[in-house]
C-alpha cells in the first residue's frame, strides 16, 4: 500500500446514524448535514455521494473553501450552505453557484445586496442571530436596521433562512442559557415576519438540540456529530440510557461509528529485558520484549500525548504504545500476540475481532474532545468505503 494508513467508512452506519436523527423530526423538517472540519475528518468527498444515497440533499459548510468542494462533489439539486467564513470576493460565486450563507454583519449584508445587484441575481441568505451565544448574530437592536435595510432591497436578498446557535446544547450547565436564547429567537423571529420578512426556514438545532430540546427542530436542522456516530456529549449518551430504561427497551447504543483507522505492522523486533524503548527514557522493558512499529505518528495525527498510553489492535488483542509516539512512527509492545510479523493489520481506532477502540477512548487520556480528534486527522490519509 502507498500510504502508511488509510481510514475506511461505514456507509450502513451512516444510514443508521441518519434514520436515528430523522426519527426525532416531523416530517417536513429539512434536514442539513453539517459537513464542517473535513466532513469532522470522514473526508468531504468521501462522505457527500455516502449521504446522498441517504436523501440527505443539503450540507452545511463553514467556509467558502469547503463550499467549493462541496459543490464540486454534490449533485446539482443537492444545497449547499456557509456557516462562516465568506470573504466579499467570494460571494460571486456563492450567488453564481446557488450557495447560501450566513449574513451577521452590516459589512456582508451590504456586500451581498451590491455583488446580487451587479450580477442581476438574488443572493440566498441566512440572518444569524444574537441571542446569547456571543459570538457571531446580529442582536435585537442591529435587527431594526437589518429588516429596514432588507425591505429596502427585497429584489437583490432572498432571507432563505433566519438562525442561531446554542452555547452548549449537550450540558445540563446550560440549561437556563438555552431556555433563554429559545425564548430570544422566537421573539426576534415574530418581530422579523411581523416586519414583513419571513424567512423559509428558521432553523436552529445542532445534534445535542434535536435530541434535548426538540422545540428548536422548527423548519431545519443542522446535524453535525451525530451522524458520524458520536454522541455530542457523555451525557446525552448517558440520557439516552436513563430513557431506554424508562421505557423498558434494552439500553443500546443506537449510534454506529462510520470511521474506522487501520495501519500496518513494519517491522518486529525483540528486544532484551532492561532495554529502552525509542527516544529517550520513558519506556524500560521490564522483560524480554517482542516490538512492532506501525508507521503513523504526531504527523499523521496520532496525538504524541498517547506516549506510554494509547492502545491499538492487533490479531484482535489490544496491545500497548511503548516509547514516545514519533512523527511518523510508533511502536507497540506486541510480546502477547503469537507471531505477529510485517504486514498484519493494525488497528487504530475501531473493531477488530470482538474489540473495539473508540475515538471517545483517546479522549478520556488525552483531554480533547471527539470533536478535535476527528478534525485533526489529516485531510492526505486516503479515505475509502468499507465492503
Ligand atoms: C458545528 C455546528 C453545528 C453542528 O453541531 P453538532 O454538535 O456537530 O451537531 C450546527 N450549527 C453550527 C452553526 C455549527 O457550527
Not at 456586500?111 to 442581476?120: E, F, S
Not at 499523521?300 to 489492535?313: D, E, I, P, Q, W
Request: glycine letters at 6%; charged letters at 20%.
Amino acid at each position: 500500500m502507498l500510504h502508511t494508513s488509510f481510514i475506511e467508512l461505514n456507509p450502513e452506519a451512516l444510514q443508521n446514524n441518519i434514520r436515528y436523527m430523522r426519527d426525532h423530526m416531523a416530517k417536513g423538517a429539512r434536514y442539513s448535514m453539517v459537513i464542517k472540519g473535513n466532513a469532522y475528518g470522514h473526508g468531504i468527498e468521501n462522505i457527500i455521494p455516502m449521504a446522498e444515497a441517504c436523501d440527505v440533499d443539503h450540507f452545511s459548510v463553514f467556509s467558502v473553501s469547503e463550499a467549493i468542494r462541496a459543490r464540486k462533489t454534490a449533485s446539482a439539486e443537492t444545497e449547499i450552505m456557509i456557516m462562516g467564513w465568506i470573504d466579499r470576493e467570494e460571494i460571486e460565486w456563492a450567488i453564481q453557484n446557488d450557495v447560501s450563507f450566513y449574513v451577521f454583519t452590516f459589512d456582508r449584508l451590504t456586500a451581498a445586496c451590491n455583488t446580487a445587484k451587479r450580477l442581476k441575481k438574488s443572493a440566498s441568505i441566512h440572518l444569524e442571530l444574537e441571542t446569547g451565544m456571543h459570538r457571531t448574530g446580529f442582536n435585537g437592536k442591529e435587527l431594526d436596521k437589518v429588516l429596514h435595510y432588507l425591505a429596502r432591497n427585497r429584489k437583490h436578498l432572498y432571507v432563505e433562512g433566519i438562525c442561531t446557535h446554542y452555547a452548549g446544547a449537550e450540558s445540563i450547565n446550560n440549561y437556563s442559557r438555552i431556555r433563554e436564547q429559545i425564548d430570544t429567537f422566537n421573539s426576534l423571529v415574530n418581530k422579523s415576519i411581523n416586519e414583513g420578512v419571513v424567512p423559509k426556514y428558521r432553523h436552529t438545532a445542532c445534534s445535542a438540540a434535536v435530541l434535548r430540546y426538540p422545540e428548536t427542530i422548527m423548519d431545519l436542522v443542522r446535524v453535525g456529530i451525530a451522524n458520524y456516530g458520536f454522541w455530542p456529549s457523555e451525557e446525552l449518551r448517558m440520557n439516552h440510557f436513563i430513557d431506554s430504561e424508562k421505557k423498558g427497551v434494552p439500553p443500546t447504543d443506537p449510534l454506529d461509528r462510520v470511521l474506522a483507522w487501520k495501519s500496518t505492522v513494519m517491522s518486529v523486533n525483540v528486544v532484551p529485558a532492561g532495554e529502552y524503548i525509542s527516544y529517550g527514557k520513558s519506556y524500560l522493558t521490564n522483560r524480554d520484549t517482542t516490538i512492532a512499529t506501525v508507521p503513523v505518528g504526531y504527523g499523521y495525527g496520532y496525538a504524541r500525548t498517547l506516549s506510554n498510553m494509547g492502545h491499538v489492535l492487533l490479531h484482535g488483542k489490544r496491545v500497548k504504545v511503548i516509547g514516545s509516539v514519533n512523527m511518523n512512527m510508533m511502536v507497540i509492545d506486541v510480546t502477547d500476540v503469537k507471531k505477529p510479523k510485517i504486514g498484519d493489520e493494525v488497528v487504530l481506532i475501531g473493531k477488530q475481532g470482538d474489540l473495539n477502540i473508540s475515538v471517545s477512548s483517546f479522549g478520556d487520556m488525552t483531554n480533547s474532545l471527539n470533536y478535535e480528534l476527528l478534525t485533526r486527522l489529516p485531510g492526505h490519509i486516503p479515505r475509502h468505503i468499507s465492503e
